[in-house]
Nanobody, 124 residues
Framework: QVQLVESGGGLVQAGGSLRLSCAASGRTFSSYVMGWFRQAPGKEREFVAAISSSGGSSYYVDSAKGRFTISRVNAKNTVYLQMNSLKPEDTAVYYC?????????????????WGQGTQVTVSS
């Protein structure tokens, strides 16, 4: 069982940056693939980024490549999403998720545990 708590969301102007954090409970954090997803009003939850259990591999949705960076510190049971050059279309609730099978996943159903989400609003 893993409990996830996101933080770091807020209101930022276009072109600005935010760093989201997701703190996990439990002693097996280092065995989980971690992902970030987002959901805008009236839209389906969409994949943003994922990172392997060791942190050695990562994968991004095309719209995040070059702007967002996912990272993790297993000793702190924490995964991060650094978001730069933010755009109004990045506005959404951002969720972190944990997956206990080893392959990186891009589909919400592949993930087993979810946080409560943190709001990111980018003004134009």
């Amino acid at each position: 069982q893993v409990q996830l708590v996101e933080s770091g969301g807020g209101l930022v102007q276009a072109g600005g940056s935010l760093r989201l954090s997701c703190a996990a409970s439990g002693r097996t954090f280092s065995s989980y693939v971690m992902g970030w997803f987002r959901q805008a009003p009236g839209k389906e939850r969409e994949f943003v980024a994922a990172i392997s259990s060791s942190g050695g591999s990562s994968y991004y949705v095309d719209s995040a490549k070059g702007r967002f960076t996912i990272s993790r510190v297993n000793a702190k049971n924490t995964v991060y999403l650094q978001m730069n050059s933010l755009k109004p279309e990045d506005t959404a609730v951002y969720y972190c998720a944990a997956k206990d099978r080893p392959l990186l996943g891009t589909v919400p159903l592949q993930y087993d545990y979810w946080g409560q989400g943190t709001q990111v609003t980018v003004s134009s």
